[in-house]
């Protein structure tokens, strides 16, 4: 059984020796989805997610706020795709051979995820991750810990997003 790694909201030390937050943690709330990188998609809040490498230049991966439905979130990414890249469909990416057999969509999970951002905004600390937003994979017991539905790219390697495996003992479970 793998245990997830928890998250830790770092602190530094202000100028008067009182230790500040060097992240906040996001909760979002339907005005403000849409200013941090989610797509309203018929009352569901999806937003794409990188594998982290430089070279990324779509999704590998898909969140919807809340627990969903493994077809409303299929629905809300293929939405995303078309909004933000212009997609017709969700299965390949540009220039990949359409000829290549991908046998089916990826299953979706239903996990808890936490948002932070660094630096918290009324404590700089002038680094190079200086007003970026993360999401930590979490346990639902966490604090700040909402609610996630995630499912990876098509197209996407298996390993590209790090998604919860609920079979792995993530703790995940499969949405139906």
Do not use: K
């Not at 779509?58 to 212009?86: C, K, N, S």
């Amino acid at each position: 059984m793998i245990t997830p790694p928890l998250y830790e909201i770092e602190t530094s030390e202000g100028d008067d020796g009182a230790m500040h937050p060097a992240e906040q943690v996001w909760t979002p709330c339907a005005d403000g989805a849409a200013d941090h990188g989610f797509v309203a998609h018929q009352g569901l809040f999806v937003a794409g997610i990188d594998g982290g490498a430089d070279d990324d230049l779509y999704p590998v991966g898909f969140l919807v706020l809340g627990h969903q439905r493994w077809a409303d979130i299929i629905e809300a990414a293929a939405a995303y795709m078309a909004r933000t890249h212009g997609w017709r469909n969700l299965h390949l990416y540009p220039g990949d051979d359409p000829a290549v057999l991908i046998p089916r969509i990826p299953r979706a999970v239903h996990t808890h995820g936490v948002f932070l951002r660094h630096p918290h905004p009324d404590h700089g600390c002038g680094c190079e991750w200086d007003d970026t937003w993360r999401m930590v994979w979490a346990s639902a017991t966490q604090p700040g810990a909402m609610a996630i539905t995630a499912m990876r790219h098509p197209a996407a390697p298996v390993t590209a997003a790090g998604l919860p495996e609920p079979d792995e003992g993530a703790p995940a479970t499969w949405a139906l």
